[in-house]
């Protein structure tokens, strides 16, 4: 969905010399762009502040909370796919906004429960479940399967819009374990049941850079940079 919306990137949100970290003669020769992130879930504005910050190249991202997100009527995510749900955040909170809106729609894939709990990620255990109940149902489920399949799969899927129209849909995956107990203090959500091999750590025993280097939301949110990066106004 990337093809053809880059006409749509205003510049009046891409300020040359407009970047807070200018002024300290840190990056003074980037461009910036100030996106606004439609989440209630405040371990993914945590994650996204960092990706941001510690962005390399030539553009500098900057994320605050879509202002007043609180007091908004919830966008009901109803549709069968992350893409779907994603996409529709994005383009329902960006009439609320003057800038450029994104969101996030993600969650845990378990091929041994039929792909569960998917996009139900945040509800499985009920609308007002904490982690630790989310984690336990989960443990609790692939136990009752008998089966030994421990495949695992995060899916991140990144919108963005304004104006009530779509800029970009990206998404990247994180394949790993699930464990039989939980490990690790970081992170949030069922990062201490999800074990990555390649690190040999679950995502709540890593660092916060670890995590956002080798997650389904690093990833995709590379994946907006270098969108970002491509449009013909930066
Ligand atoms: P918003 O829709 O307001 O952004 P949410 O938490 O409801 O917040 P989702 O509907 O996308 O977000 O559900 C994602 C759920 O998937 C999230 O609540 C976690 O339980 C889980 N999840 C997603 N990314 C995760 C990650 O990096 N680590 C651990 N769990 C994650």
Not at 77 to 88: M, Q, R, W, Y
Not at 183 to 201: E, M, S, T
Request: hydrophobic fraction near 40%; include cysteine.
């Amino acid at each position: 969905m990337t093809g053809g919306v880059n006409s749509r990137m205003d510049h009046a949100n891409i300020k040359e010399g407009q970047n807070p970290l200018a002024g300290r003669g840190l990056v003074d020769s980037r461009i910036s762009v100030r996106l606004l992130v439609a989440s209630s879930n405040p371990g993914k504005l945590r994650e996204f502040r960092a990706l941001s910050a510690s962005d390399p190249n030539d553009l500098a991202i900057n994320i605050d909370l879509l202002s007043g997100f609180d007091q908004l009527a919830p966008f009901d995510e109803s549709a069968p796919t992350f893409a779907e749900n994603a996409a529709g955040k994005a383009l329902y909170y960006s009439g609320f906004a003057q800038e450029p809106v994104v969101a996030d729609d993600s969650g845990l894939v378990v091929p041994a429960l039929d792909g569960a709990p998917g996009v139900h990620s945040a509800r499985y255990a009920g609308p007002h479940a904490s982690d630790a109940e989310r984690v336990g149902k989960l443990l609790r489920e692939l136990r009752a399967t008998g089966n030994g399949d421990r495949r695992a799969r995060f899916v991140c899927v990144i919108a963005l819009a304004r104006y009530g129209q779509a800029w970009c849909v990206l998404s990247a995956v994180a394949e790993g374990e699930i464990l039989d107990e939980p490990r690790g203090a970081g992170g949030f959500g069922y990062d201490p049941i999800f074990y990555f091999p390649p690190l040999k750590k679950t995502f709540a025993e890593m660092s916060g850079e670890e995590k956002n280097l080798h997650s389904h939301r690093g990833k995709a949110f590379r994946k907006l940079r270098d969108f970002l990066l491509s449009s013909p106004r930066l």
